[in-house]
């Protein structure tokens, strides 16, 4: 089985490109080649059963896109996107990639008529918008309140049709927030939630920038390679014209994860965290959704973290650290 | 105030540029000139109070949009699209025209920076899909089951996202069927809705392809041109970033549309409709919205009409018939 991840270079790609290599395998499907695209080379992560080839490009361009999907692969992972907040501070670049880049790719797949692979598209809790219900259910409006938002759910809807004409067999997955990423702090507004559980586990000082009640929806790298595999080996018959999923995650408070980190990693770990109220953050996170019923996808069979002392254990071993050693 | 209908040449835009010819007004502003624009030379209805150009064209083509909005109409009527029926037949086409062409349009008002009008969009109950609850609410998914509906909303989508910006000051209103269509029968898998009562008032008979208890959610079509000049001149603050609304309207079966003639017009104009049950339609109207709590709409000040009685009226009124001379 060939696989091509599109959007390979970043956090989520590289994880999903780890764990292929190294079982080799997609479902019960040996793995016999993947192709890495992105607009920078992604690192190569091949081994003697899977060869890996690296591309660069700009899937806004439809030849670049046509040229990717030419070898036909049996699944495809789009995982591209310009984030949150580059696509609200350029308009467009964030259609272009986020919007034209996805309906590329799927017009690249239609164009070749006879081929109708697994496409799997991450997506975003970003498809919603306040005011919000307790949690979010499944039948919950799709309203979303920045750039990012209405381009994924175009995505989302585009590829609802193109599987329900049968052009291609579509999963979208809307990821909740990835704790804790790996690396160094980015300046996404969400990227708090990382760092005041990466940041005191490396002895070094995380800011925090809202109240310790702020409420988010949040699931570990791993489950994140987790519901991207699923989503390609998975039966799609049950999910009908539906093709778009809320995964599950854990809804957790700012003061919970806190307490958390004390547990797991000891209180002395808990007073690197320095709180910095910042308005601008606050009101941000104020418009996201906190908690969701994700009972489709968990009948679906997706599975989450079962707590954020497992989310904190799995870093630590991620980074080599042990528990009592940090 | 200059006033731009895109889609003009059609039966809602045909009926709407007749109630600003005749008022010459838009709420309490004069309408100076209108440019009726579609792909077929719309009839120019003005008056001495009104200059009305007519133009042809293909909103697909950017320069054709470009044009269209340089002489910066304070309100922009955007009605044209590829129907349901022809957008599922001709996949390129539907997207073209009303994916493209509404992108093209909200990109052509974008790129003149200074000019933020009124744009009032017509989308469509299309954009919902079963299985449905009892009543349809403003928070319910929209989960398209056509590429129509795909494609009307995701000019939702954009047009909530221009409007967030504050690029234009837009509206989208998702019109119910509208019963009774004038005219002669078209193909439209909704015409017998219309068939079953437009065609006995007239002697001739009509063929009805589904049960009695289909029940449908239908406006009459002076309804809908109220429903667009409202939509024109209401204040846009209370909708937020949710600027498209289910409009209001009726939610009645097929018993109930034939009981109602029967009582307005009389039992024998009933006797001409002809039962040909069609399982391609009972399929297709399956899998339609039956019934809506529009109550979004109705707080903002949309109304419907009170009754099918007063729907087979105004249509007796519209083509010259009296009750009890039928």
């Not at 994140?224 to 093709?243: E, N």
Request: some cysteine; proline content about 5%.
């Amino acid at each position: 089985m060939k696989v091509l991840i599109i959007g390979a270079a970043g956090m989520v790609g590289r994880n999903l490109t780890e764990a292929l290599a190294e079982s080799g395998k997609l479902g019960d499907q040996p793995v016999s080649g993947m192709t890495l695209f992105d607009v920078v080379p992604a690192s190569a992560q091949g081994n003697s059963r899977v060869t890996v080839e690296v591309e660069t490009g700009d899937i806004s361009d439809r030849a670049v896109v046509g040229r990717l999907v030419a070898g036909r692969p049996e699944v495809i992972f789009h995982l591209a996107a310009i984030v949150s907040g580059e696509a609200e501070a350029d308009f467009d670049k964030g259609y272009r990639i986020n919007m034209d880049g996805t309906r590329n790719l799927f017009e690249a797949i239609r164009a070749l008529g006879d081929y109708h692979p697994r496409v799997v598209y991450t997506s975003s809790i970003a498809v919603f918008g306040a005011p919000f219900p307790e949690a979010i259910g499944d039948e919950f409006i799709t309203a979303p309140m920045t750039s990012y938002g209405a381009q994924k759910m175009i995505g989302e809807l585009l590829l609802n049709d193109y599987s329900r004409r049968g052009i291609f067999d579509g999963v979208g997955i809307r990821l909740p927030t990835i704790v804790v990423r790996p690396g160094k702090p980015n300046k996404a507004a969400s990227g708090f939630f990382s760092g005041i559980i990466r940041e005191p586990l490396a002895g070094v000082e995380a800011v925090l920038p809202v109240d310790d009640d702020v409420q988010h929806w949040v699931a570990s790298p791993a489950s994140a390679t987790g519901f991207l595999i699923h989503a390609a080996t998975m039966d799609t018959a049950p999910l009908g014209a539906r093709r778009c999923l809320t995964m599950p995650g854990l809804s957790v408070t700012v003061g919970e994860m806190i307490a958390a980190l004390g547990e797991v990693a000891g209180e002395d770990r808990v007073g690197l965290i320095r709180r910095e109220p910042d308005a601008t953050i606050r009101a941000i996170v104020a418009g996201w959704p906190r908690n969701f019923d994700a009972a489709r996808a968990i009948e679906a069979g997706f599975t989450a973290d079962a707590s954020f002392q497992d989310i904190i254990r799995a870093h630590m071993h991620d980074t080599g650290l042990r528990e009592g050693e940090t």
